[in-house]
């Protein structure tokens, strides 16, 4: 842990070496960054919700770069949380070049990041929660988890999560749901369940067979002398986006006339407040508090926004916090006579340079990293360039993936799926097992060579676009847009289905994309059983190795249209 | 619900009770275009236009099987005598054979609910058409899509 003097040296030599324009205020800004000033908040009324979403197996300090790209198309177009870069910054009066800036956007970024450090740790993150709960007192304070917390790292990935499970149950959470929970397999999943102290809530999971509920929906809890029902939603197209055959017997949807059933029981049981815990993402949350009445507040995550205050859509506040450990969301709430009547909200970015790491938490880390650290710790090659997933079209981390792929499976084209999960690598970093499976560590990694038609790519395409794009959140499953190697187009986001794609050419040849030729494409995270190939971990770690030292170039194959 | 042991007969087939079938999946008549569809819902309101209202009809907002698509419908109906819901049709806009099912109901149905699983080849619009014993019909309209397979993240 670095002392708060080391910080600041650390801060203002870094700026000083990298040129970093602007110099003293920014230097500033930084110096005013203290564990304190982090848990400052004007507290409200007698409950306070702390919200921790998509955490994505991260358990240390992670760099996560802020999109590029987040269009909102129709209604849902240059608002929250479709903002990016300097249009971000003005819409929430933050000071470019501020500890929120580099927290929120990927302005400056490389420079930020050396300035400001990593986010997250799951032991920063305990420091906060342990500070609120003293601080507020136990029986005030609600910690609920959105979600996305059981994938996406090594450690996860080769303790089938327990080493997630192990350090969660230290903060205690009073409730969480599920997404990529899913993909360890219904067995699993169920196993996990069994062993939590807290409830997995789910009110859109009923089985295929006679549609009865398979999770609780509702906790009723007793906080700060006033009942409060926490409702729990399931990321609706799990068997979607993910493979249904790994929980044939669950089905799941946005069910939203069962959800305003459970609302409904809820507020019938007495419920003074009702939370709505949710993995939808923020669009759907958008919509579906307007179409829902009596739900008070929304926890959202999935689409990993972080906005730096909850929304208000009608009666109902929705708080996005964010992904992988970088921000903890609070809200408090004032209620008095059974309504809630004053609020204040806020995301605390999780600086973890300047939060005491939790000594317990730190303990538990240190105990389930430890059969794998020297593993985890492997370096495969070293970064020239910026590595990073996130963005509607295309990042880095994928460009590289999608270049590994096509080399290694001799295919003309590659594609892969647009996750948003997956931590970002500065210019000049090693690279190791660590950042190699935060891109990559899931159960169903097989890497596939099959043939494909330019139509049937079109199709693809078309269909997946429509995910992101379609005009109704409710029709969206909140990932970005696969990523395509060797292949260029042109999308028009407010299109329509089958319309948005266009001009698909070979970059390779410059050709056209011809809809009745074959190509031969490797891709992986296909949906469907017995897919074969080598996992997509081990491909591009020998990729990578023997690359040594990876540069990534601009990649502009993908052109926007009316947008 | 006030259901007899002849009608539960309808379950075996998925369908839950208060009901006798006459269609299912399988029809051997082809309903291929717009034209088709106008004309058997014509055939089955005698003609007359379907009123907004009234029916719920409850599908997934995606499929997520295809193959297994549940539908469930519910007409608003005292389920009396003298006014009651006679039939609900259920239809696949652009399958290859629109018709998905027929439900036929009396007032010992008790409510006018149905629910059974389709299979749909490809994203479509899903109507219900309900036939008041006074003549009067209904109708609702759910489009559904049916997709390649997502990259949700």
């Not at chain 1, 939370?275 to 990993?304: E, P, W, Y």
């Not at chain 1, 999960?421 to 500065?426: H, Q």
């Not at chain 1, 494909?452 to 078309?462: C, K, P, V």
Request: proline share 4%; charged share 20%; glycine share 10%.
């Amino acid at each position: 842990m670095m002392t708060r003097r080391d910080f600041l040296q650390f801060a203002s030599v870094t700026a000083a070496l990298t040129g970093f324009g602007g110099g003293l205020s920014r230097v500033a800004a930084q110096q005013s960054l203290t564990q304190d000033d982090l848990l400052s908040f004007d507290a409200k009324g007698q409950i306070t919700l702390l919200h921790i979403t998509d955490l994505h197996a991260q358990l240390k300090p992670v760099y996560f770069r802020p999109p590029s790209e987040n269009i909102g198309v129709g209604a849902y177009a240059g608002i929250p949380p479709h903002l990016v870069g300097e249009q971000f910054l003005a819409h929430f009066g933050l000071t470019r070049g501020s500890a929120l800036s580099y927290a929120h956007t990927m302005v400056d970024y490389v420079d930020m990041a050396r300035a400001y450090g990593r986010l997250g740790g799951l032991d920063r993150t305990a420091t906060l929660i342990k500070s609120i709960r003293a601080e507020r007192g136990d029986d005030k304070v609600l910690l609920l988890d959105g979600g996305d917390t059981w994938q996406g790292s090594y450690t996860a990935l080769q303790t089938n999560a327990q080493d997630m499970v192990d350090c969660m149950a230290l903060l205690k959470p009073d409730a969480m749901v599920g997404h990529w929970e899913f993909t360890l397999g219904e067995d699993r999943v169920l196993e996990i369940i069994d062993s939590l102290d807290y409830p997995f809530l789910a009110s859109n999971i009923v089985d295929n067979d006679w549609e009865e509920p398979v999770f609780e929906s509702t906790s009723m809890r007793d906080v700060g002398g006033a009942s409060v029902a926490i409702i729990g939603q399931a990321m609706p197209y799990t068997p979607i986006a993910n493979p249904r055959w790994m929980f044939p017997g669950w089905s799941f949807g946005l069910r939203t006339e069962l959800l305003q059933q459970n609302v409904n029981a809820a507020r019938d049981a007495g419920a003074e407040v009702v939370v709505l815990l949710s993995h939808n993402g923020f669009d759907v949350d958008r919509k579906l508090a307007a179409d829902i009445s009596g739900i008070d507040v929304i926890l959202t995550g999935h689409t990993h926004d972080a906005i730096p205050k909850a929304i208000s859509v009608g009666n109902t506040l929705v708080l996005a916090s964010g992904s992988h450990g970088k921000f903890l969301g609070r809200v408090d709430l004032e209620v008095k006579n059974g309504k809630v009547v004053d609020f204040n909200s806020t995301l605390i970015p999780v600086f973890s340079d300047v939060i005491t790491p939790d000594v317990e938490m730190k303990a538990q880390i240190d105990r389930v990293r430890a059969p794998f650290e020297e593993e985890a710790n492997r370096v495969i090659g070293k970064t020239e360039s910026l590595l990073y997933r996130r963005g509607n079209f295309n990042g880095t981390w994928d460009d590289l993936i999608c270049e590994g792929m096509m080399e290694k499976r001799d295919a003309q084209l590659s594609l892969s799926p647009g996750f948003r999960w997956g931590t970002t690598n500065l210019p000049g970093d090693d690279i190791t097992i660590d950042d190699l499976y935060n891109q990559t560590a899931m159960s169903y990694p097989s890497v596939y060579r099959l043939e494909f038609t330019g139509a049937q790519l079109h199709d693809i395409l078309e269909d997946v676009c429509d995910n992101l794009f379609n005009k109704d959140p409710y029709f969206q499953q909140g990932g970005d847009m696969v990523r395509v190697g060797g292949m260029g187009y042109t999308c028009d986001p407010e299109g329509s289905m089958g319309s948005r794609i266009s001009d698909m050419t070979l970059l390779e040849s410059g050709e056209p994309i011809d809809a009745s030729r074959s190509y031969v494409v490797a891709g992986w995270a296909s949906v469907n059983e017995g897919v074969e190939g080598p996992a997509i971990y081990d491909l591009m770690e020998e990729y990578i190795s023997e690359k040594e030292v990876i540069n990534i170039q601009k990649n502009d194959a993908v052109k926007l249209k009316n947008s | 619900m006030n259901t007899s042991k002849r009608q539960f007969l309808g379950r075996t087939l998925g369908v839950s009770a208060g009901m006798a079938i006459t269609a299912l999946l399988g029809s051997t008549r082809a309903l291929a275009s717009v034209e088709d569809v106008q004309k058997a819902i014509a055939e089955f309101t005698g003609g007359k236009a379907p009123a907004e209202g009234v029916v719920t009809l409850t599908t997934p907002e995606i499929a997520e099987n295809g193959n297994s698509v549940p539908v469930s419908v519910s007409v608003e109906s005292p389920m009396s005598e003298d006014d009651y819901v006679e039939s609900v049709m259920i239809l696949a806009e652009d399958n290859p054979s629109a018709l998905v099912a027929t439900f036929h109901f009396t007032p010992a149905s008790g409510e006018a609910v149905a629910s059974t699983r389709m299979r749909l080849a490809r994203t479509q619009n899903v109507l219900a058409v309900a036939k008041m014993s006074n003549g009067d019909v209904y109708s609702a309209t759910n489009n559904i899509k049916v997709t390649i397979g997502g990259c949700g993240g």
